[in-house]
């Protein structure tokens, strides 16, 4: 049997895909001017002393990490759209590109802590209170959503065998 596309007749779902598309082109830009401007600022050029203090540094160095992670969520995003807008949303590879985004998700985790605790002493002191709010915040909220973003891609993955065992059915 032929394998037919499912038609989705959502207009939100070609937003979200254009929406997407551009947030994709900005952030890799981005990135692209950040990897240059961080260690000019850093290192200074020939010329002249650093641009950035150590705080500054640190907060942009942080910056570029989870702007790597979220290139790294985006672009399995990406594709998951792309199959979605193309009509197969039960394409065998939507799971395993699900799964990519929760352990993004998990990934952004330590780098947020750290972040935020190499970043709070230029603030001021570190109390308990705001080590659990940092630690619920980034631990509690951000992995029960990798886990909820882990549980869909397992619903995807049933369905997907739904669908080839639907198409050996004759």
Not at 45 to 74: E, H, N, Q
Not at 80 to 107: E, Q
């Amino acid at each position: 049997m032929e394998n037919q596309n499912f038609h989705i007749p959502l207009s939100s779902i070609r937003v979200f895909y254009l929406f997407i598309q551009v947030i994709w082109v900005v952030s890799v830009i981005g990135i692209g001017i950040w990897s240059v401007v961080l260690p000019i600022g850093f290192f200074g050029t020939p010329d002249k002393k650093p641009l950035f203090d150590l705080v500054t540094w640190a907060t942009c160095f942080r910056g570029m990490f989870s702007g790597a992670i979220f290139l790294w969520v985006l672009y399995p995003l990406r594709s998951l759209t792309c199959t979605v807008n193309g009509g197969r949303p039960f394409d065998i590879t939507n799971p395993s590109r699900i799964r990519k985004i929760a352990f993004g998700v998990f990934a952004w985790i330590p780098v947020g802590i750290i972040g935020e605790y190499l970043l709070k002493p230029a603030r001021g002191p570190i109390t308990w209170v705001d080590f659990a709010g940092v630690l619920w915040q980034k631990a509690v909220v951000w992995g029960f959503l990798g886990l909820a973003i882990l549980m869909i891609a397992e619903v995807f993955d049933v369905g997907v065998r739904l669908k080839q065992d639907q198409d050996l059915t004759v």
